[in-house]
């Protein structure tokens, strides 16, 4: 598609295309946004504390996480360190994003960082090459992402209206850990990941007597450890088949 005396699309062109290629995954994003701004008001926070944190958070599954360890009245450490573990993945995204943002200036660059999310990184990787860093892929990424964050801004926005509405026998904040396992299951592609995840629930069951809820921590780190062992030993076993 080309657009009135241009050889090339424009910059709304790729920007559009984004926000269009990203809305088929908004039915995926409003469950858990719903669940977010619900579980903040039974949680007693009030509607700007849960709105500013999923502002400040823009990270859904690091948010639920946060949650789940208030609910469990943990420490304030843990929670924090919880949070950066469940998004430390988002090292790998930025890395990857890296050269398409390197010759912006700084103060375009920080919001674009801020926006990036599972669902942006995942559309571009799969429309763009790794080496493509031209401004096609700059203002799609800019349109997907944008996309995604008004989605799960306004889902949120829209759990805090229902979620007064909602009763407290409900139990709503059962559907925290419920939200996790669905993200968890559908993450686990291939025997490396169900090895890790196996793991990872071992240690929680086998630690959660801990206290400060550290046997959620370890079972992070010690689910990730054996993960990437596994991983190692998969690829060595391919590599040299005959050892």
């Known amino acids: 598609m ?14 559009l295309t984004g926000v269009k290629e990203l809305l088929p995954m908004v039915p995926g994003v409003l469950p858990f946004g719903l669940i977010a701004g619900a579980n903040g008001t039974s949680l007693g926070f009030s ?26 009245q943990a420490l304030p450490a843990i929670i924090v360190f919880t949070a950066l573990m469940v998004n430390i993945r988002f090292l790998i995204y930025s890395a990857a994003f890296a050269p398409l943002l390197h010759d912006l200036k700084t103060r375009h660059k920080w919001p674009l960082v801020y926006l990036l999310s599972d669902q942006a990184y995942g559309l571009c990787a799969s429309r763009f090459s790794p080496q493509d860093n031209g401004r096609e892929k700059l203002y799609y990424y800019i349109g997907a992402a944008f996309a995604l964050w008004v989605s799960w801004v306004g889902s949120v926005g829209l759990g805090l209206l229902v979620g007064e509405q909602i009763p407290a026998e409900w139990s709503l904040e059962f559907a925290i850990p419920l939200a996790f396992l669905a993200m968890l299951v559908a993450n686990i592609r291939d025997k490396t990941a169900l090895f890790t995840a196996a793991c990872s629930a071992m240690l929680a069951i086998t630690l959660s007597s801990l206290p400060y809820n550290l046997g959620f921590i370890a079972a992070i780190i010690g689910g990730t450890a054996l993960g990437l062992l596994a991983s190692t030993l998969l690829i060595k076993k391919r590599t040299h088949p005959d050892e």
């Open 2 to 15: 080309a657009f009135p005396g241009s050889d090339r699309p424009d910059n709304r062109f790729y920007f």
């Open 47 to 72: 509607p700007e504390m849960t709105l500013g944190m999923t502002l400040l958070f823009f990270a859904g599954s690091a948010q639920l996480a946060a949650y789940q360890l208030i609910q469990d």
